[in-house]
């Protein structure tokens, strides 16, 4: 019986460190400014994605979930660490004047996809964070 207990003593303690050895991830709410000549409109399908910068550095890529008409995100279990930050937005095909707006969103695109964006960001180990993405200034904040 002695030797079952010493048996499960290890086997307790290596299972406490596993557990505080999980990375801990935050929640991040986010607002995007676009471009003062674009519009989003809340039938849009906007993406705006996080990708570890430098690639396969520290974080875990992600994409806020987008809420139309507020213009926000969120980001549940986030790994903190620095981010590139990309954003393309497409109007619905089949809504009126979807053929001229997406001509006309085709270069603000194509600044920040993920081969050109320069909009970057520390995603911090505190719990709740804000941050504010702004196409017009090509930068993000901390809100």
Do not use: H
């Not at 002695?2 to 505080?20: D, E, K, Y």
């Not at 979930?65 to 109007?91: A, C, D, L, M, R």
């Amino acid at each position: 019986m002695r030797l079952s207990r010493l048996l499960w003593l290890p086997a307790c303690l290596g299972l406490f460190f596993l557990a505080g050895c999980s990375e801990s991830t935050v929640t991040v709410n986010g607002k995007l400014i676009p471009p003062a000549d674009v519009r989003i409109e809340k039938t849009d399908s906007v993406n705006v994605a996080f990708t570890p910068d430098p690639p396969g550095g520290k974080g875990k890529a992600w994409v806020g979930v987008f809420s139309p008409g507020e213009n926000t995100f969120v980001g549940k279990e986030v790994v903190p660490g620095t981010y590139k930050v990309t954003v393309q937005i497409e109007p619905y095909r089949g809504e009126k004047d979807s053929e001229k707006r997406s001509e006309a969103m085709k270069d603000m695109n194509v600044r920040f996809s993920g081969d050109n964006s320069k909009l970057k960001t520390e995603i911090t180990g505190d719990r709740n964070q804000s941050i504010i993405v702004d196409m017009k200034s090509n930068s993000v904040t901390k809100g």
